[in-house]
């Protein structure tokens, strides 16, 4: 029913009614748009500006609003409400469908099907797409497709037109659509708080603001519930894998305005429903609690159960390794090698040149040598990659040793079907958050031995734990800790300086070098003359002086993302440097060319969180991008570019388990929030070839004087320790 109110205002509107002709300006996070309009009885089309969801010219919509003058753009009419008809004739038809509204259907194609149809064309398309085959370049499939794009895109109209007066960008809605169809409209009145688990990217607050658009009570505890799995949420972003109860209430306590009272009376109806499990004063998110004990109990099943190794004379097995390779083991390495036969789990970290690689060929080499099954695996693909280069053999994501599969929405291997094999590496654990890890030992044969490699001085996941910290932590799984830097090693200054840094001193540069060296650290104070740096290190000093291409060989890694010397704006810089003519897909936020990386996990797609690639195509047609990742080629609704990031600069957290040729890493007094001692660590072990340092002196002191390592809510240590 209208109200009072909303009739009143509705009466003070004019409406008009016409044919948009042009779209001059979509805005890429609002519904906001600036058109031409012609209107009948008027000669020339007149400016239109509001709020109107994925306009195409063509389309006849009617307007209610007012006119105005404005000083630069001249009379306009701004509306407040929009409704859109589709077009009844064969030119408004013709453009409707030219203007990429249907997938499948560009400029060429809409001409062709109107000129076969006319004034039937959308009642052929909608009601008859069978006949759509008489037209020259259209089979039964592409006929298919072109109508059920078609029949999407009038419903979806229908929920954006709702959701527009909620501030919905376009994008979350066709991601509504997507996950409801028809029934979002229902869903969403419903119970708006769905919309903050179910859309990624939809926030709580925009829900919020839906919700009480529909009247829902601010104290509802439909309300404090969703607040609080949002907290939740958010503090799970922040790698915690529970947070403590008073913090949390707090917390929901600022995000709602409402009373303890209530909200204490939504926690306990979650705990209730098992959407939390609350032990003690900790609060998890269900799915974390149970992952988090999955990791202990299993851990400590592996570590008892009986062992499929048969016995391994580890003294001669080495010299025999030995003889072989023509090299001598450190009697760390040789250790490191005798624990990892007589332990089913163990742990083996050090920094870089400490040897890790080279024991685990030998260790690799000894297991083949009495006929045991190895499987090696790593985080990330390049991780893999890499420890695939250094053994010889074939390494695998863990994601692809697990074989995950889209049309079953999870993992082959399990208990059910554990991996075959006898003896399981895993490198990078550093980068494993608590799910991984729950995965990797659910599949795991009891009998089988369990070896983790990682550095632990580096930052912790991107996701929530702080696994390897806290296996280590335990005291209860056995642990070598490897710190000798072999010789090989000592003549790289990103090395020698990552391990300085690591113990607190700072790093240095050698004056005395007379050929390229692999680490320079270049002093300035000035954020802006900073910035012209990087810009001119990146497009011709390290291309032109180490052979590097500026797109795919150099990573900046910065501390924060805001900010002169944040990703944001050092990604605005360098793409407008690097590459400027690309063609934009879908506004102006990508561009064909760009490096991108991805921010989340899709396992449809077979691409994880930290990976990086370059858009290569975009088909306006089919709003559709292909990106390339090393070599594949992986496709992306416009819906779905969300899930990325430009990354011609990114955090340094964002980079965990990468290694790139060149790495630049700018530090100022500008991120001293952030400046620690594990982030410039980890920052300057992803250096493969050269690492660049541009800043003050006084940040980078700040970073290796800081060893405050930012806690992390996890038990894990406490529960393995207690079992």
């Not at 600036?34 to 109107?52: E, Q, T």
């Not at 409400?81 to 013709?94: C, H």
């Not at 062709?112 to 398309?125: C, H, P, S, Y």
């Amino acid at each position: 029913m209208t109200s009072d109110r909303e009739k009143d205002s509705s009466e003070r509107l004019q409406i008009i009614e016409g044919t948009l002709e042009r779209v001059v300006y979509t805005a890429d996070s609002s519904d906001f748009m600036v058109g031409r309009l012609s209107v009948r009885g008027r000669r020339d089309p007149i400016s239109v500006v509001g709020n109107l969801p994925r306009p195409k010219p063509g389309e006849t919509v009617v307007l209610y609003g007012n006119w105005e003058f404005d000083k630069q753009f001249g009379e306009q009419f701004r509306f407040e409400k929009a409704e859109t008809k589709a077009p009844s004739t064969v030119a408004g038809i013709e453009r409707y469908l030219s203007s990429s509204l249907v997938k499948g259907i560009g400029p060429e194609m809409a001409k062709r099907i109107t000129a076969a149809f006319g004034e039937q064309t959308l009642d052929v398309i909608e009601n008859r797409p069978e006949e759509l085959r008489k037209v020259p370049g259209i089979g039964k499939e592409r006929a298919t497709r072109i109508s059920t794009a078609f029949q999407a895109q009038k419903s979806i109209r229908d929920v954006m037109v709702f959701l527009q007066s909620h501030e919905v960008s376009p994008t979350y809605a066709f991601k509504i659509f997507k996950k409801y169809g028809q029934a979002s409209i229902d869903v969403v009145r419903s119970n708006p708080y769905r919309l903050v688990t179910d859309i990624r990217g939809v926030g709580f607050r925009s829900a919020d603001k839906i919700a009480g658009s529909l009247g829902i009570d601010m104290r509802s505890p439909l309300r404090a519930q969703a607040g609080i799995m949002h907290v939740l949420d958010g503090f799970q972003g922040e790698g915690h894998v529970y947070y403590p109860r008073a913090g949390l209430l707090e917390k929901a306590r600022e995000l709602l305005g409402i009373d303890f009272a209530t909200l204490e009376g939504a926690l306990d109806e979650l705990a209730r429903t098992r959407l939390v499990i609350v032990e003690e004063d900790r609060v998890y998110p269900a799915m974390m609690a149970h992952m988090e004990n999955s990791v202990a109990e299993k851990l400590l099943n592996l570590i008892s159960a009986s062992r499929f190794l048969p016995p391994i004379k580890v003294a001669a097995a080495i010299d025999w390794i030995e003889r072989r390779s023509g090299m001598t083991f450190s009697p760390a390495q040789r250790h490191a090698v005798a624990s990892a036969v007589e332990n089913k789990v163990l742990i083996i970290t050090g920094g870089p040149g400490t040897g890790k690689t080279t024991l685990l060929k030998a260790l690799i080499e000894i297991l083949e040598a009495k006929k045991l099954r190895v499987a090696l695996a790593a985080p990330t693909g390049r991780a893999a990659k890499r420890l695939s280069e250094a053994t010889d053999r074939e390494a695998k994501t863990v994601h692809r040793l697990l074989e995950y599969s889209p049309s079953d929405g999870g993992f082959l291997r399990g208990p059910a079907r554990p991996l075959d094999a006898e003896f399981i590496v895993v490198d990078e654990v550093s980068m494993m958050d608590i799910s991984l890890m729950h995965h990797l030992l659910a599949s795991i044969n009891p009998q089988s031995t369990l070896l983790l490699v990682g550095d632990a001085d580096q930052l912790p996941s991107v996701g929530p734990g702080n696994v390897l910290g806290d296996l280590i932590d335990s005291g209860v799984i056995p642990s070598v800790r490897l710190e000798t830097v072999f010789r090989q090693a000592q003549s790289s200054l990103i090395v020698t300086n990552a391990h300085l840094v690591n113990q607190g001193m700072m790093p240095e540069n050698d004056p005395n070098r007379a050929d390229l060296s692999d680490f320079y650290l270049i002093e300035k104070d000035d954020p802006a003359e900073v910035l012209r740096l990087i810009k001119e290190m990146v497009t011709r000093r390290i291309p032109g002086r180490f052979g590097m291409n500026p797109v795919d060989d150099i990573q900046v890694l910065c501390p924060m993302h805001k900010g002169t010397l944040g990703t944001e704006n050092l990604n605005r810089e360098l793409r407008d440097l690097l590459n400027p003519q690309g063609t934009p897909v879908k506004g102006e936020r990508f561009r064909v060319g760009d490096r991108v990386m991805q921010t989340r996990n899709n396992y449809d797609k077979e691409v994880f969180n930290g990976d990086v690639g370059r858009i290569v195509s975009f088909d306006p047609e089919w709003e559709e991008a292909r990106v390339d990742f090393e070599g594949r080629e992986v496709a992306y609704h416009f819906s779905e570019m969300d899930e990325m990031i430009l990354a011609y600069a990114v955090t340094v957290h964002k980079s965990q388990g990468s290694e790139y040729p060149a790495v630049i890493i700018p530090m100022t007094t500008q991120h001293y929030i952030l400046l620690r001692r594990n982030l410039l660590y980890t920052a300057m072990t992803r250096g493969k070839r050269l690492v660049v340092i541009l800043g003050s002196s006084k940040a980078l002191r700040m970073a290796v004087e800081n060893r405050i390592v930012e806690p992390r809510y996890t038990h894990l240590a406490g529960k393995i320790r207690r079992s």
